[in-house]
């Protein structure tokens, strides 16, 4: 996101030092991979240059929606696995979908924090319907909405088939619901 702002604060220059940037960030990672990946067998010249084949000032509002999405992505693969985790330190059997997860784990979540639940299900549903609605939302999605009293069946009516949008904010909020829930259910206890 940092990038993304200092590059539009500049107007995407100097682009000429792109190609000097994306040489250096090949030196960042000092731990080489524990396989043998396929891309490595591929013979290039590494030769060629970085250079920019769109306009970026052109591409900036779609390139900014697709990170915020591909955020959203990223942490609902982090969150499911930290449920597992707590699954596992719960001695709870692990559930198929992140949902589920939620679902068995919010018992230890005290009603102060209710809203941590649902955020965590919109999260999901948004993440669902990037993934599998390509970012519009389908009934699956809307349902886990509905099923936590996040909408109404007429917001449910209202969204099916429209386009999701998310924006930065929305990831900071939806990382917020998901640390709030962990650290409920690591805390929490049943009565």
């Known amino acids: 996101m940092h990038s993304l702002k200092v590059s539009k604060d500049n107007d995407f220059e ?6 000097e940037s994306g040489k250096d960030s090949l ?26 084949r769109r306009d970026p000032s052109k591409n900036f509002k779609k390139t900014v929606t697709r990170v915020a999405g591909m955020l959203i992505q990223d942490l609902v693969v982090i969150f499911d696995e930290i449920l597992n985790d707590l699954m596992l330190d719960k001695s709870l059997p692990i559930q198929n979908f992140p949902q589920g997860k939620i679902e068995a784990l919010k018992k230890y979540v005290d009603p102060e924090f209710e809203w941590s639940i649902k955020g965590s299900m919109e999260l999901i549903a948004v993440r669902n319907a990037i993934t599998h609605s390509k970012s519009f939302w389908n009934d699956k999605s809307l349902r886990i909405l509905k099923d936590y009293d996040v ?3 007429i917001e449910f009516n209202a969204l099916l088939g429209q386009k999701v949008i998310v924006t930065f904010p929305m990831v900071f909020e939806y990382k917020k619901s998901m640390r709030t829930f962990i650290n409920q259910v690591n805390t929490g206890t049943i009565e």
């Open 14 to 19: 100097p682009r000429e030092e792109l190609n």
């Open 27 to 52: 030196k960042w990672n000092i731990e080489k991979n524990n396989f043998e990946s396929i891309t490595h067998r591929v013979v290039t010249s590494n030769k060629k240059k970085m250079r920019f």
């Open 151 to 153: 909408i109404s069946q």
